[in-house]
Structures are given as structure tokens and as C-alpha cells.
T-cell receptor, first 115, second 115 residues
Framework: DAGVIQSPRHEVTEMGQEVTLRCKPI?????LFWYRQTMMRGLELLIY????????DSGMPEDRFSAKMPNASFSTLKIQPSEPRDSAVYFC?????????????FGPGTRLTVL | GENVEQHPSTLSVQEGDSAVIKCTYS??????FPWYKQELGKRPQLIID?????GEKKDQRIAVTLNKTAKHFSLHITETQPEDSAVYFC??????????????FGTGTQLKVEL
């Protein structure tokens, strides 16, 4: 398996624009997590899905952020409109909850810069 | 919610020496404690984890100890090598229905191993 795949790897946009980040989890994994990493706030969990259903979005900073998981192999995180303070590295991670193993496998991340 | 504190924020050791990173957590219900290593510009990767029914776990040069009563856990790296230089994150988690884990991360420790 290629591991968790994220696209794009880098995104530079202007304030006010819509940004869509994409994630393909490891095949067969039933949990998907979106994290944001900044120097100031570290690694923060934004939202997670179990079997494609959003379970906990309490980490989503505000209504400008939304996430979907239309099927088991694809998820998106959307920011509309984007602001400079959204600049961060966004990681997607997946895990297989039913296996008894707990490891979350992270994707390579998307580095977002909002000008 | 869970709160994880991590110390020190930076740690510099000589090659061959040992390094110790300490974390405390707030929620006594937490039962899974992974440690992730993140090299510059890369994704976090699991290096070792421990469950609450175990007090210590070792994997070659890496060991983790857990004190549930005091709610703290530590990462020990022996015989450090330059390739151990990275940021290390601890995390604490309460198990989720379905077997997954909602991780709360510490703020990270920048470890530098000097020649």
C-alpha cells in the first residue's frame, strides 16, 4: 500500500479564496483524522471520521472549515474563505480501529500558505 | 478534555548519551500513550506506544515508562545517534467505540544529538 496520500503537497493562495485539501486513507482503514500543525499550537485534531461518518468536529476552528468523506477512500477539508491565520501544515491520518492496533498513519501533509 | 504537557521543549545531548522526555496527562481515563518522531519537513511517525495495563515497554534503544497513578509517562532513548535528532511528540488517548483513538498531543521536544 502506498500509505496515506494527500494532495496538493503545497498550496499558496490569497486571502478570501477557497481551499480544498484532499486525502486518500490506507485501504481498509476505518478511521480518518484531519490535523493541523503550527508552531504556536502544535498538532491539533480538527475532525475525525469512523466508517465515513463524522464523529467529532469539535476541533474545527470555525464555520469556514468543513470536511467530508463521501466514501471510504476519499476525504476533503475545505476552507472558505481562507485567511492568513489558516497557514499551517494539514495532515490526514488513518487507522484500523477494529484490528486492535492503534497506530495512526500520517500522510505527508499539505503545506498551506494564505497570503 | 484531555490536556498533555511535555518537557523539555528542547534537548541537546552528546552522541552516545541518553535522552529523556517527560509528559503528563490530565484525564485518568486515558489508556493509550504513543510517541511520534517527526523529522524536519516530514510526517509524524510512530516509534513506540504503551497501554495503560503495562508499566514499561522497550524496543531496542527506545523505552517508554508509564505511571498511571501520577499520570505521567516518559520516553527514554539510550546510546543516542545523530539520526535520532528530530521533534518527538507524546500523546494520550481514550479508546473510541470501534477501536480507534482520539489523540491529544504534547507540544513536542526538539532533540538534537551532537557529535
Amino acid at each position: 500500500d502506498a500509505g496515506v496520500i494527500q494532495s496538493p503537497r503545497h498550496e499558496v493562495t490569497e486571502m478570501g479564496q477557497e481551499v480544498t485539501l484532499r486525502c486518500k486513507p490506507i485501504s481498509g482503514h476505518d478511521y480518518l483524522f484531519w490535523y493541523r500543525q503550527t508552531m504556536m499550537r502544535g498538532l491539533e485534531l480538527l475532525i475525525y471520521f469512523n466508517n465515513n461518518v463524522p464523529i467529532d468536529d469539535s476541533g474545527m476552528p470555525e464555520d469556514r472549515f468543513s470536511a467530508k468523506m463521501p466514501n471510504a477512500s476519499f476525504s476533503t477539508l475545505k476552507i472558505q474563505p481562507s485567511e492568513p491565520r489558516d497557514s499551517a501544515v494539514y495532515f490526514c491520518a488513518s487507522s484500523l480501529g477494529t484490528s486492535g492496533e492503534n497506530e495512526q498513519f500520517f500522510g505527508p501533509g499539505t503545506r498551506l500558505t494564505v497570503l | 478534555g484531555e490536556n498533555v504537557e511535555q518537557h523539555p521543549s528542547t534537548l541537546s545531548v552528546q552522541e552516545g548519551d541518553s535522552a529523556v522526555i517527560k509528559c503528563t496527562y490530565s484525564d485518568s481515563a486515558s489508556n493509550y500513550f504513543p510517541w511520534y518522531k517527526q523529522e524536519l519537513g516530514k510526517r509524524p511517525q510512530l516509534i513506540i506506544d504503551i497501554r495503560s495495563n503495562v508499566g514499561e515497554k522497550k524496543d531496542q534503544r527506545i523505552a517508554v515508562t508509564l505511571n498511571k497513578t501520577a499520570k505521567h509517562f516518559s520516553l527514554h532513548i539510550t546510546e543516542t545517534q545523530p539520526e535520532d535528532s528530530a521533534v518527538y511528540f507524546c500523546a494520550a488517548s481514550i479508546g473510541l467505540t470501534g477501536g480507534g483513538n482520539k489523540l491529544t498531543f504534547g507540544t513536542g521536544t526538539q532533540l538534537k544529538v551532537e557529535l
